[in-house]
């Protein structure tokens, strides 16, 4: 049994992590010597930038005029009355600039990267969305710019590596392994190593060695913030549940973090069930994960009995990877969090329904978080008011669902 944290004091979520990035038993910094220097100057350079409120006014100023915050709180109509429960509000972050909630931490980051005196960026990508919000704030800011990505997913992602290149990325392709997110998170660190002094790794999501679980976070809280805000002006209260997808867990922490203190709001994350909850056939570590190491910090992750990392699998590239982000792992030890998750044929169902009764296209991953928030609606009172985090659009998504609809196109 994985170890579980101490559940008797409660949480103060401003104190998470310590000063060794732990969220409890879980996160931690676990890489190479080489590489601990890199990470202790990037903590300082972050704790500096976050009180400094010439910082978080830049941050700010190019949220609003680059990536188009703040994005809207939106009733979702025909979704609530076809459910016929809860009221549906839909996080609109598929609005923002690139398509997805991952520009809130590429600018953030690259504007720490700057103030550090970096010329140089370096990302990893699946999906390719973090690749492509790396790619703009690079092109924004003036760095020389390197995506790392699996062969797979670029062959999966055609369209993104185009948009990376045209903004004047270099993408590496990563033939290494199953060729896609976790071989190209090692490569990404074998160049973070070799090239540490004017470079900086603009990590995607929640997760890796601190201070990247929390500096991440801290970069979407803004979601959580803005969505409180809103529904308080046009509904005078708190939403009863939110739910929101979890990949590496960043768009699923920026949302929920303003709520963790607020116990009549339960919280439930997401993971992809993919084809089944069986070995290698999806990617929901809550569901069959054990505790163990992965890329720089220990979490929740899929892996075998001799500790190799399973084989994942998800219709949606940005949920498919073998660990959690160390903050969910201890929020859900807590309680405070649950966890559930949604399986490929249910996702491409609710993709279909959300862009035919909303006119709006979901990203894949995003539905995951439709799917539980659709049945949970329907189990809800009219009186109740869920929000649902539509982290991206499915743009990107569209060839990929034509396919699997059996429809050619062009
Ligand atoms: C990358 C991505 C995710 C998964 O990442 P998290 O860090 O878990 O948020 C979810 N939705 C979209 C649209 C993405 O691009």
């Not at 899929?302 to 073998?322: F, R």
């Not at 991953?365 to 439709?370: F, I, N, P």
Request: glycine letters at 12%; charged letters at 25%; aromatic letters at 6%.
């Amino acid at each position: 049994m994985p170890a579980t944290a101490d559940t008797s004091a409660p949480l103060d979520r401003f104190s998470l992590p310590d000063a060794g990035g732990h969220f409890g038993p879980y996160g931690g910094v676990f890489v190479p010597e080489t590489l601990m220097t890199a990470l202790e100057e990037l903590g300082a350079a972050y704790k500096a930038a976050k009180k400094d409120p010439g910082f978080q006014a830049e941050l700010r100023h190019h949220l609003k005029e680059f990536a188009g915050r703040p994005t809207e709180l939106y009733f979702a109509e025909r979704l609530t009355q076809h459910c016929g429960g809860a009221k549906i509000y839909l996080k609109r972050e598929d609005l923002l600039h690139t398509g997805a909630h991952k520009i809130n931490n590429a600018l953030g980051q690259a504007l720490l990267a700057r103030r550090m005196g970096k010329q140089r960026v370096i990302a990893e990508t699946g999906a390719g969305q973090h690749g492509v919000a790396t790619a703009a704030v690079c092109a924004k800011f003036g760095f020389e710019c390197v995506i790392y990505m699996g062969a797979v997913d670029m062959e999966r992602q055609a369209l993104n590596v185009f948009r990376m290149r045209l903004m004047g990325a270099e993408v590496r392709g990563v033939e290494a392994g199953q060729k896609t997110l976790k071989e190209a998170i090692n490569e990404a660190m074998r160049d973070w190593v070799t090239n540490v002094r004017g470079t900086h790794y603009i990590l995607g999501s929640a997760l890796g060695a601190h201070p990247y679980p929390m500096m991440v976070r801290d970069f979407h809280r803004v979601i959580g913030a803005e969505t409180k805000e809103q529904l308080r002006a046009r509904e005078g209260r708190l939403p009863d549940e939110i739910v929101a997808c979890v990949g590496g867990g960043s768009n699923a922490m920026g949302i929920f973090f303003e709520f963790l203190e607020e116990p009549g709001v339960r919280l439930v994350g997401v993971e992809a069930g993919g084809r089944s909850i069986t070995r290698g056939d999806h990617a929901a570590r809550f569901e069959g994960g054990k505790l163990g190491v992965l890329q720089g910090c220990k979490t929740y992750i899929l892996q075998n009995d001799d500790g190799q990392i399973e084989l994942t699998h998800s219709v949606s590239a940005g949920l498919d990877y073998a660990a959690i982000g160390p903050e969910h792992a201890l929020y859900r030890d807590r309680q405070r969090i649950t966890y559930a998750y949604a399986c490929d044929d249910e996702v491409l169902e609710s993709f279909q329904l959300c862009s035919r009764l909303e006119g709006i296209i979901p990203a894949l991953e995003s539905t995951h978080a439709l799917v539980h928030g659709l049945k949970r609606a329907k189990a809800m009172r009219p009186d109740q008011i869920l929000v649902i985090n539509l982290s991206g659009r499915g743009d990107k998504d569209v060839n990929q669902v034509a396919k699997m609809l059996g429809v050619t196109l062009g």
